[in-house]
């Protein structure tokens, strides 16, 4: 099941190192680059399917095509190398063994989209990740992939990695835009979108590590080889990463389009300790939960996912064994989001709280029937009303559990405490 296109390198010693990188192929796709009419490589990587592989799943190509023609303005790339979302452990993989594959996607990218300036935002925790990544790029530089004549070309590249300072909302491309700045990292109002107006008010494309290290491959080998992967509309291969309760857990590189349960079963080993299956989260902490009868229906795309009322987000599955308790994962899941939220709009930053304050109820038994519709309504009242999508990121799973996992939440509540008026008299 696992194929290696992506992956190709990361079990060559040493790989992330220019010299070794380069014995196995890497920057071979810049004299056919450099050959091509920028509008034609926008065609080939509209035509290949590729969708950003942050989350959201929205197709690259199409995306570069906002960009406003003619401006007299310049064009920034920032690489989205946030990677905060619990879960999600595939960007460092690119990161650490294939550093050379995303800077050649950025060539790619910045050819296409007319940039001469990329920043790379990396995630403030990933220290080792960030040394590995800056002598890849110190070493392009020497070698001439970047600088003023990028492999010899009349084209001049400038890549700059920013560091982040650990906060989850900078991953959201205007907070990230923001953070780069030397802003505070909160959200921007969208209208205006950062193709438009982003990085110091200019047109900014912004991508995630992954969307822009399949660019070299789609170059390479074209649209059509590319296609060859995945599903019509989920198009190409995706690094899944699959932690929890199985016997295999790892980072896996695959086709889009697998049933889901046949990887867990067969590239995860199944669940572990031969436990029954409980849940699995799909994509990130973010993604409705998958009860085991959905789970068997699903397969790993984006189209599959929508139909079972969740999302492919990014590519973390977590398995969730019989022994969870999921009321303490959704506390867990809570405590995240209300930590991490920019206080910017008030619906997140105080309905947040006042969901893990009901929750902690639960968990000390004082929860009361008529909380688990609280929690429902206060999830109808945060979701949408605020200007990013952090917020809905806590509601839509927590909104999953309560409806999927109803009885476990009814379980903890003290019968005594099931009488409002009672135990507001008390
Ligand atoms: C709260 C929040 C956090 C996000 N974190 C990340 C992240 O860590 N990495 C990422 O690539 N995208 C993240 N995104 C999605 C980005 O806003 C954006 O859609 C993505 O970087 C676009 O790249 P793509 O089209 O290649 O997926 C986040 C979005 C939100 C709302």
């Not at 550093?99 to 920043?119: K, R, V």
């Not at 001049?156 to 923001?178: I, K, M, N």
């Not at 349960?261 to 590239?267: F, G, K, R, T």
């Not at 009361?368 to 509601?395: G, H, P, Q, Y």
């Amino acid at each position: 099941m696992e194929v290696k296109i992506l992956s190709a390198k990361f079990d060559i010693e040493d790989s992330h190192r220019l010299e070794v990188a380069k014995k196995h192929g890497a920057y071979g796709t810049l004299e056919k680059l450099f050959a091509m009419d920028p509008a034609d490589v926008i065609e080939e990587v509209k035509n290949s399917g590729l969708r950003g592989r942050g989350g959201a799943g929205f197709p690259a190509g199409v995306k570069w095509g906002f960009l406003p023609k003619d401006l007299d303005k310049p064009i920034y790339l920032a690489v989205n190398s946030d990677e905060s979302e619990p879960a999600t452990f595939k960007d460092r993989y690119i990161l650490v063994r294939d550093p050379h594959m995303m800077i050649e996607g950025i060539i790619i990218c910045c050819y296409a989209i007319g940039s001469h300036d990329s920043y790379i935002y990396i995630r403030g925790e990933y220290t080792s990740q960030l040394k590995i990544l800056q002598e890849a790029i110190d070493e392009a530089y020497e070698a001439g992939y970047l600088g003023e004549q990028v492999a010899g070309h009349d084209f001049r590249l400038d890549v700059t990695v920013h560091r982040g300072a650990g906060a989850y909302v900078c991953g959201e491309e205007t907070a990230l835009l923001e953070s780069i700045e030397g802003k505070k990292g909160q959200p921007r109002s969208k209208p205006p979108f950062p193709a438009v107006v982003g990085l110091y008010d200019c047109p900014t494309i912004i991508n995630n590590v992954q969307s822009i290290a399949s660019l070299p491959f789609i170059i390479e080998k074209g649209a059509e080889a590319y296609r060859a992967y995945g599903t019509e509309k989920s198009a190409g291969t995706h690094l899944f990463g699959i932690s929890g309760h199985v016997e295999k857990p790892g980072m896996y590189e695959l086709p889009l389009g697998l049933p889901l349960m046949e990887v867990l079963n067969e590239v995860a080993g199944g669940v572990w300790k031969g436990r029954q299956l409980k849940g699995v989260i799909p994509g990130g902490s973010s993604t409705p939960v998958l009860t085991p009868e959905e789970a068997h229906t699903v397969t790993l795309d984006y189209e599959s996912m929508a139909e079972h009322k969740t999302m492919f987000g990014s590519g973390g599955i977590v398995v969730l064994d019989e022994t969870v308790d999921i009321v303490k994962l959704v506390e867990n899941l809570i405590a995240f989001y209300h930590h991490e939220s920019c206080g910017q709009c008030t619906p997140c930053r105080e309905g947040l709280g006042w969901m893990l304050k009901i929750i902690r109820k639960f968990i000390a038994g004082d929860g009361r029937e008529d909380d688990i519709e609280l929690l429902l309504e206060l999830c109808d009242n945060i979701e949408m009303k605020t200007v990013c999508v952090l917020s809905a990121a806590c509601t839509m799973p927590v909104r999953s559990y309560l409806e999927k996992f109803r009885h476990e939440f009814e379980s903890y509540i003290n019968s005594s405490n099931s009488d409002p008026v009672q135990s507001q008299a008390e």
